[in-house]
């Protein structure tokens, strides 16, 4: 037996964990973008930018819930997540290059993980009407960690004023 056969979802399982975590995303986007403002305002405004990348995707998965009938699955209203605060160290804000850096890795490393889970998604997809919405996920979110890559390769290398294509 297919070990991914045995975890196919319901549509509706796929579509609130695919909009939970996209809402988690989004959150901790938005706390990066945050705690970079004060010390590296074009980092700030990446973090910012992916955020923005986060919305579309759940504007999308709302989009095709409500194709299939499935709306209140990725209902913005139902599944309300706490702000992000990460794992608050001794400050919030980016106060140094050290602390850049770490936080660099750490987005780099969620953003690994939230390309496996959306590849895991996409491999134990069963619903059609599913499958491109994940695939472009999957595309967008290798796409992400590659960006987050080259941030983290780039940052204290002289000017943060790196300019990335998503």
């Known amino acids: ?3 991914l056969t045995a975890l196919t979802f319901l549509p509706q399982e796929q579509l609130d964990l695919a909009y939970l975590h996209e809402v988690r995303e ?3 986007y938005r706390g990066l973008a945050l705690s970079f403002l004060p010390f590296d305002p074009p980092i700030s405004r990446l973090m910012d930018a992916i955020g923005m990348e986060c919305v579309h995707r759940l504007c999308s998965l709302q989009e095709v819930a ?3 009938e499935l709306g209140a ?3 913005a209203n139902q ?5 992000f605060f990460g794992k608050m160290t001794k400050h919030f804000f980016v106060v140094d290059e050290n602390m850049g850096k770490q936080l660099l890795a750490s987005a780099e490393k969620s953003a690994e993980a939230t390309c496996v889970f959306f590849n895991w998604m996409l491999e134990t997809n069963a619903t059609p009407e599913l499958h491109q ?3 472009d ?3 967008q979110k290798t796409k992400e960690c590659l960006v987050l890559r080259e941030c983290r390769e780039q940052w204290g290398i002289g ?4 300019s990335f294509a998503m």
């Not at 599944?79 to 702000?83: F, G, V």
């Open 26 to 28: 989004l959150n901790r």
């Open 159 to 162: 000017s943060s004023e790196l």
């Open 137 to 139: 996920f999957v595309t």
């Open 73 to 75: 699955c990725a209902n």
């Open 79 to 83: 599944q309300k997540e706490p702000p």
């Open 1 to 3: 037996m297919d070990n």
């Open 66 to 68: 409500r194709q299939m």
């Open 133 to 135: 919405l994940l695939f």
